[in-house]
């Protein structure tokens, strides 16, 4: 398919996936995916351990690969291409479970690399803007600290920072919380509900699920590679259809 397809002039879709399917070598990893997501959306996926919520997302910006479907973000289709790679990884934002922050580099210096060396800005003009979003995510005071020198919690909110600095045009969160202490998960999913409120499209892999009730305009159940049921907050925590969402949601609820 094309980059100017007609099928994807509808700019009101940031993320289409359209019978995806991937392998890691014989095992079918993903079975035909098929997700849109409109600009402003906020999209939870939940599953259990395995069930291909990583893979899935990281499909989004190539960090893995599919071999058969299509998917289009911001109406570039991803290929081998490494011209649309690129143009998709400079929109598409992500936040992993771990927090992956460079050790060696101050908070500041996380937030700017990119912005100088990838989008050749001004350093003072990333700075001005990593300092804005490092106030938005509460951590500014930390600026001149290395991760080394953070709570889990406030280096998960500096990796937010971060990809916020790229002006993303949608987030993709794997289980940013899962790895913190309980005490520190409610300051990270504040931040992005904040930023749901802002109106960030968002893709978030989460078991928090009062999150996933403020926050998801649709949840998303996936296991054994499938989506095998899709529904708003209400629907999907009150009436759940299918026997293996049930069964998820009485284990961890
Ligand atoms: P989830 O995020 O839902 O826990 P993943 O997408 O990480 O699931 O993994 C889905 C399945 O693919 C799992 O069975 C996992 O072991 C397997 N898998 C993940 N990454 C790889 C890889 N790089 N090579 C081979 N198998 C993998
Ligand atoms: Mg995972």
């Given at each position: 398919?094309?980059?100017?397809?007609?099928?994807?002039?509808?700019?009101?879709?940031?993320?289409?996936?359209?019978?995806?399917?991937?392998?890691?070598?014989?095992?079918?990893?993903?079975?035909?995916?098929?997700?849109?997501?409109?600009?402003?959306?906020?999209?939870?996926?939940?599953?259990?351990?395995?069930?291909?919520?990583?893979?899935?997302?990281?499909?989004?910006?190539?960090?893995?690969?599919?071999?058969?479907?299509?998917?289009?973000?911001?109406?570039?289709?991803?290929?081998?291409?490494?011209?649309?790679?690129?143009?998709?990884?400079?929109?598409?934002?992500?936040?992993?479970?771990?927090?992956?922050?460079?050790?060696?580099?101050?908070?500041?210096?996380?937030?700017?690399?990119?912005?100088?060396?990838?989008?050749?800005?001004?350093?003072?003009?990333?700075?001005?803007?990593?300092?804005?979003?490092?106030?938005?995510?509460?951590i500014l005071d930390q600026a001149d600290k290395y991760p080394g020198q953070l709570s889990g919690?406030?280096?998960?909110?500096?990796?937010?920072?971060?990809?916020?600095?790229?002006?993303?045009?949608?987030?993709?969160?794997?289980?940013?919380?899962?790895?913190?202490?309980?005490?520190?998960?409610?300051?990270?999913?504040?931040?992005?509900?904040?930023?749901?409120?802002?109106?960030?499209?968002?893709?978030?892999?989460?078991?928090?699920?009062?999150?996933?009730?403020?926050?998801?305009?649709?949840?998303?159940?996936?296991?054994?590679?499938?989506?095998?049921?899709?529904?708003?907050?209400?629907?999907?925590?009150?009436?759940?259809?299918?026997?293996?969402?049930?069964?998820?949601?009485?284990?961890?609820?």
């Open positions: 398919m094309s980059e100017n397809s007609p099928q994807n002039a509808d700019d009101d879709i940031v993320i289409s996936l359209r019978n995806v399917n991937k392998w890691y070598g014989e095992f079918h990893v993903l079975k035909n995916i098929n997700l849109d997501v409109k600009r402003g959306e906020r999209i939870v996926i939940c599953g259990p351990s395995g069930s291909g919520k990583s893979t899935t997302i990281r499909t989004i910006n190539r960090l893995e690969e599919h071999q058969k479907g299509d998917i289009i973000v911001n109406n570039t289709e991803l290929t081998s291409d490494l011209k649309n790679i690129e143009v998709v990884r400079r929109n598409v934002g992500m936040v992993f479970q771990h927090f992956n922050l460079f050790p060696h580099l101050t908070v500041l210096e996380n937030c700017t690399l990119s912005p100088i060396w990838v989008d050749k800005q001004p350093k003072k003009e990333a700075e001005e803007v990593a300092r804005e979003y490092l106030s938005k995510v509460r919690g406030q280096q998960q909110r500096v990796a937010i920072a971060r990809s916020l600095c790229l002006n993303p045009s949608v987030m993709l969160f794997d289980e940013p919380t899962s790895a913190l202490d309980p005490e520190m998960i409610k300051e990270v999913l504040d931040v992005m509900v904040s930023l749901a409120k802002d109106g960030m499209t968002m893709i978030c892999v989460t078991h928090e699920m009062g999150f996933a009730k403020t926050v998801a305009d649709r949840v998303i159940f996936m296991d054994e590679g499938q989506i095998i049921e899709e529904a708003p907050p209400q629907e999907f925590f009150d009436n759940p259809k299918n026997e293996r969402t049930q069964l998820f949601l009485s284990q961890i609820i």
